[in-house]
């Protein structure tokens, strides 16, 4: 717990600071590039996951408030060993993901300045970039609330525009991607109009749009009344993060070529190409693009500044039952867990080497180390699994207190709530690792499928490590109590 809490932290920063961890600009381009299923696709996940997940962790984390937010959940559900895998999977993914955001930093500053820089320069840029977000990482989402709510704005900007220059020029121009018939609305269906089963594999695509809630859960201590705020700030930021996420992939849509989306750059490409249609000058075109692009670091910067303090309060209580090292635990004067943030910017930094070295001496190689970046999205989706089995259960015993919320209706819907978003993350996880039904798969997706094996066999000594320590601490009471008798 902080020892000043001078700072609070009010609805409309929740509403905001919900929008800045979810609405997440680098995953745009990819959603985009589904095509024009992603309508079906945003309709079918909103309602099958991003609506139950959503009410499940305002309830859990009204019903059950801690700073360990899922951690704790599941350790009142199943105990500390599966509590333990979950703040393992957790972590596990964060500094791959900071990592990968160093990089995108400076994908974006080349863009934006148009030319390529040296591997120095590159290398200084993702260092400063990894430190910056370690030393925001100390601060309790109180004290950095204004950097979340204007990266929201920010977000709220760059989304809109694009999507209002999207409407112009499908009004205008048409759309690069146009819809000739109902079938290119429907997901899973091939080219020549069979089923395509690898359409499934969309599915983490969006659901990583959509993770995040539990983050807001772990900001209970900062709120004046957060069994009320909590709820709210999930509704009206859901709302938002949806409307913008469809502005923002439909611009893209419309702007570029399927063939043509770049994950790393779209957002740029879309607003690039989008002004070139409408006939904006080179001088006008520069100009925006440099805007949003340094917008859109600054967002790379307050979304992970946003996750900081729910991704280390979830380490630290790992920490003191002994998943990670007891010193992961250690707090500064503001209640806030920096020694994880320490050694998650250190990782990440390691990281962030392995890929200029492989992307600038090796160039053959590259493709095969970002391959092995998808690890992220597969360590964050295994770690959401138990939570929501983990509510089926909780919701079982009833309310642990008549002021939190809770999910009314009967059982089915209740039951439904929480099996679906758990088969759609088992469907992503799948179809992440096996992409496609043949042995050809496995020579591009190696890497990942060993990474997710390395993780997961990891993960199992720490807990099995864990569950070791405490029985022989156990033992040794047990024997102290007997001799003092």
Same mark, same amino acid.
């Given at each position: 717990m902080?020892?000043n809490?001078?700072?609070?932290f009010?609805?409309f920063?929740?509403?905001l600071?919900?929008?800045c961890i979810i609405?997440?600009?680098?995953a ?7 095509g024009n299923?992603?309508y079906?696709?945003w309709a079918i996940m ?13 309830e ?9 937010g899922m ?10 060993k599966w509590?333990?895998r979950v ?7 964060y ?7 160093a990089?995108l ?5 080349m863009?934006?300045i148009?030319?390529?820089m040296?591997?120095?320069v ?5 260092m400063?970039y990894? /430190? =910056?977000? %370690?030393v925001?990482?100390?601060?309790? &989402? ?7 709510n204007? #990266?929201? $704005?920010?977000?709220?900007?760059f989304?809109?525009?694009?999507g ?7 009004v205008?121009?048409?759309s690069?991607?146009p819809i ?5 609305l429907?997901p899973?269906?091939?080219?020549n109009?069979g089923f ?18 539990e ?8 709120m004046?009344n957060p069994?009320k705020?909590?709820?709210?700030a999930v509704?009206v930021g859901g ?6 996420y /469809? =502005?923002a %992939? ?5 702007a &570029? ?8 750059? #779209?957002? $740029?490409?879309?607003y690039?190409?989008m002004?070139?249609?409408i ?6 075109i ?8 340094g917008m859109?670091?600054?967002?790379l910067?307050?979304?992970?500044s ?5 991704v280390?309060?979830v ?9 990670f090292?007891?010193?992961w635990a ?12 320490i050694?998650t910017?250190i990782v990440g930094a390691?990281i962030?080497v392995?890929g200029?070295i ?6 053959e190689?590259?493709?095969?180390f970002?391959t092995?970046f998808s690890l992220?999205?597969v360590t ?7 939570m929501?089995?983990a ?6 015993k009833g309310?642990?207190?008549?002021k939190g919320y ?9 039951t439904?709530?929480?099996i679906?978003?758990?088969?759609l993350?088992?469907?992503?996880l ?7 039904f043949?042995l050809?798969?496995?020579s ?5 499928i060993t990474?997710a094996?390395?993780a997961?066999i990891?993960g199992?000594?720490?807990?099995w490590?864990?569950?070791r ?5 156990s033992k ?5 109590a007997?001799?003092?008798r």
């Amino acid at each position: 717990m902080p020892k000043n809490k001078k700072h609070k932290f009010r609805l409309f920063s929740a509403v905001l600071a919900t929008v800045c961890i979810i609405l997440v600009g680098d995953a745009v381009a990819p959603t985009a590039s589904i095509g024009n299923s992603q309508y079906i696709w945003w309709a079918i996940m909103l309602l099958g996951f991003f609506v139950p997940y959503g009410l499940i962790s305002a309830e859990l984390g009204t019903q059950y408030p801690s700073e360990g937010g899922m951690y704790t959940w599941v350790k009142k559900a199943f105990g500390e060993k599966w509590a333990g895998r979950v703040a393992w999977y957790y972590w596990v993914n964060y500094p791959l993901w900071v990592a990968s955001l160093a990089n995108l930093v400076t994908t974006y500053l080349m863009q934006m300045i148009g030319f390529e820089m040296t591997w120095p320069v590159i290398l200084a840029i993702q260092m400063g970039y990894i /430190l =910056l977000v %370690s030393v925001l990482g100390v601060l309790r &989402i109180s004290q950095s609330a204004w950097l979340s709510n204007l #990266g929201a $704005i920010c977000k709220f900007i760059f989304m809109a525009g694009i999507g209002a220059l999207g409407i112009y020029v499908l009004v205008t121009q048409g759309s690069a991607n146009p819809i000739t018939s109902f079938t290119d609305l429907l997901p899973m269906v091939g080219e020549n109009g069979g089923f395509d089963f690898t359409g499934l594999g969309f599915v983490a695509l969006i659901i990583f749009n959509f993770l995040g809630f539990e983050v807001v859960s772990t900001f209970s201590d900062d709120m004046d009344n957060p069994k009320k705020e909590i709820p709210k700030a999930v509704i009206v930021g859901g709302i938002l993060i949806v409307v913008f996420y /469809l =502005l923002a %992939s439909f611009g893209i849509s419309v702007a &570029i070529p399927l063939d043509e989306i770049q994950a790393s750059s #779209g957002l $740029i490409d879309s607003y690039n190409s989008m002004l070139v249609t409408i006939g904006a000058s080179a001088g006008v075109i520069k100009a925006i693009t440099v805007v949003v692009g340094g917008m859109f670091i600054y967002t790379l910067v307050a979304n992970i500044s946003s996750w900081n303090f729910g991704v280390n309060s979830v380490i630290a209580y790992a920490a003191e039952d002994g998943t990670f090292p007891k010193s992961w635990a250690k707090r500064n004067k503001n209640g806030v867990p920096y020694v994880v943030s320490i050694w998650t910017g250190i990782v990440g930094a390691i990281i962030a080497v392995g890929g200029i070295i492989v992307g600038q001496f090796f160039p053959e190689a590259a493709d095969l180390f970002w391959t092995f970046f998808s690890l992220s999205l597969v360590t964050l989706l295994l770690s959401y699994l138990p939570m929501f089995m983990a509510f089926l259960k909780l919701h079982k015993k009833g309310p642990a207190t008549k002021k939190g919320y809770w999910i009314s209706g009967g059982k089915l819907k209740v039951t439904l709530f929480g099996i679906i978003p758990f088969l759609l993350i088992l469907i992503a996880l799948f179809f992440t690792l096996f992409p496609e039904f043949n042995l050809e798969m496995f020579s591009y997706n190696w890497p990942l499928i060993t990474g997710a094996a390395i993780a997961i066999i990891i993960g199992e000594i720490m807990v099995w490590n864990m569950s070791r320590k405490q029985t022989k601490t156990s033992k040794t009471k047990r024997v102290r109590a007997r001799s003092t008798r």
